[in-house]
Structures are given as C-alpha cells and as structure tokens.
C-alpha cells in the first residue's frame, strides 16, 4: 500500500523560507517512470500544481507563479519529495500537496503554509 506522508510547513513571513518534505512508503522512486509533484490550493480555489520532476532523469517544470523562488527535489534513495521554498509571498498562503502519477496516482495528506507578517 502506498503512502505519502507530508512534514514542514507552518508560519512563515513574508521574504522568508520553508521547505516541505513528502515521504513515500510502498514505492520506490527508481522503480519505473513516475512524476513526482506538488499542488497546492488556496481558500476559495482550485488545485494548482506548482512545479513536477521526474525521479528518474530529475527534469524538473514549474508554474509561473513559483518560478525562481520555489525549488523541487527528489531523494531517490529515501523515497522523499522535497519542496522548498524561498521568497515567500502572503499568496503563496495556501494547503500544499505532494502528489505521484504512477500507474495509478496518490496524493499526501495536505500541509498548511501561511505567510503573513
């Protein structure tokens, strides 16, 4: 059984940073090709993916609205996600998600990040 489980997040200022982590039990990360992601969803919106990797080459995509602060990693050997974030704005202010599309597709269980002085 897959799981993914999410740590960081919290309280950040404005200007400041923060680094999310996703450990994944049940799959490992080399096995075969997989996109590793993360989303997130502010009040009143939708889930937005924010930047995606693949474990396997480490070809990484971003939004636009992340790109140059926001970071994604992966540590193969660990079966870990990470996700940091560097620059923070009050709208970056949302529940955070990692996700994995595999043959089939699992999500973490959502991380709350505000950003507020």
């Known amino acids: 059984q897959v799981q993914l489980v999410q740590s960081g997040g919290g309280l950040a200022q404005p200007g400041g940073s923060m680094r999310l982590s996703c450990k994944a039990s049940?799959?490992?990360?080399?096995?075969?090709?997989?996109?590793l992601a993360w989303y997130r969803q502010a009040p009143g919106k939708g889930r937005e993916v924010l930047a995606d990797?693949?474990?396997?080459?480490?070809?990484?995509s971003y939004a636009d609205s992340v790109k140059g602060r926001f970071t994604i990693s992966r540590d193969n050997v660990r079966s870990t996600l990470y996700l940091q974030m560097d620059n923070l704005k009050p709208e970056d202010t949302a529940v955070y998600y990692c996700?994995?599309?595999?043959?089939?597709?699992?999500w973490g269980q959502g991380t709350q990040v505000t950003v507020s002085s």
């Open positions: 990797i693949s474990p396997i080459t480490g070809r990484t």
């Open positions: 996700h994995i599309r595999a043959a089939r597709t699992y």
């Open positions: 049940g799959l490992s990360f080399s096995a075969y090709e997989m996109t």
